[in-house]
C-alpha cells in the first residue's frame, strides 16, 4: 500500500509540473509562434494582473531591467535611488539600481533611467551582452576572436547597427541568442545558431514582450548549453 501512495503521489507531483509549465495567458495559444518561449520564461518574464501577457506590446526600459534582476540578481535591496525618475517603492526600483550599481547601465542620461521608454532591439542586446559579458568571453577560453567574426554579413539592415552596440550585436549574431523576427527559425551549426527573419535584424525597432521571451529563453538555453 505504501509503495501505491508512493507512485501515486511521483505521478501527481509530475501531473502538477507539467501543468505549472502551461501558459495560463489569457492572450497567448499554443499555436503563437512564441508560445514555447513565454512557457521557459514566464518564471521571471511575468504577465499583467489580469491574467494577460500582451505579447504585441512593447518592452519598455524598466520591463528589461526586472526582467534582468530576477534571472540574475541575488534579491537586493537598496534605500536610495540613482535616477531621478526612479521613485522609491517602484515595481522596478530595485532592479534599475542593481542595473546601475553593477555597471551594467548608466540610464539615458545622468539623472534619468528613461522609465516609461520603450527599448529596441539593439539595446537590450546592450543590456544582455554588460550582464553575461564574463560568460560570453570565457566561452572558448576566452576566444573574443572567435566570438566576434562573421554572423552579420548575411543581415541586409546590418548598417544599422549603432556604433555602440556594434560587439553585442556580433555576438549576437555569433552565438545567436537574441535575432528573431515575427516566425523564429534556428539552425545550430559549428558552436552557432543562425537566426533572423528575412535576412533583417531590426535592431532600431522596438522589441516587443513577445520577442524579448524568445530572447531570453535563448540567452538562459545557452547559457545551460555552454556551461
Not at 539623472?111 to 542586446?125: E, F, S
Not at 573574443?144 to 552596440?165: C, P, Q, V
Not at 525597432?205 to 540567452?219: M, P
Request: negative net charge; aromatic residues 14%; hydrophobic residues 40%.
Amino acid at each position: 500500500m505504501k509503495r501505491i501512495i508512493c507512485i501515486f503521489l511521483v505521478l501527481l507531483a509530475m501531473a502538477l509540473n507539467i501543468y505549472a509549465e502551461e501558459v495560463a495567458f489569457s492572450d497567448v495559444k499554443e499555436s503563437d509562434w512564441y508560445y514555447n518561449s513565454i512557457i521557459a520564461t514566464q518564471r521571471y518574464i511575468k504577465g499583467y494582473p489580469d491574467g494577460s501577457f500582451r505579447p504585441k506590446e512593447n518592452l519598455t526600459r524598466e520591463m528589461a531591467a526586472q526582467i534582468l534582476y530576477t534571472h540574475e540578481g541575488n534579491g537586493e535591496k537598496y534605500d536610495s535611488y540613482s535616477f531621478d525618475d526612479v521613485k522609491t517603492g517602484a515595481w522596478y526600483a530595485d532592479a534599475v539600481e542593481w542595473l546601475y550599481q553593477n555597471g551594467y547601465t548608466a540610464g539615458v542620461s545622468e539623472d534619468l533611467y528613461g522609465v516609461g521608454q520603450y527599448v529596441t532591439r539593439q539595446d537590450l542586446m546592450c543590456l544582455i551582452y554588460r550582464v553575461y559579458q564574463s560568460e560570453w568571453e570565457s566561452y572558448r577560453g576566452g576566444d573574443r576572436k572567435y566570438m566576434t567574426s562573421g554572423g552579420l554579413e548575411k543581415f541586409k539592415d546590418r548598417n544599422e547597427i549603432a556604433d555602440y552596440a556594434q560587439v553585442p550585436m556580433l555576438f549576437a549574431c555569433r552565438l545567436a541568442f537574441v535575432i528573431t523576427g515575427d516566425n523564429w527559425a534556428m539552425v545550430e551549426v559549428n558552436h552557432q545558431i543562425m537566426v533572423g527573419h528575412n535576412n533583417m535584424l531590426r535592431p532600431r525597432d522596438y522589441c516587443t514582450r513577445a520577442e524579448a521571451s524568445v530572447i531570453f529563453g535563448n540567452v538562459n538555453r545557452l547559457l545551460t548549453y555552454y556551461a
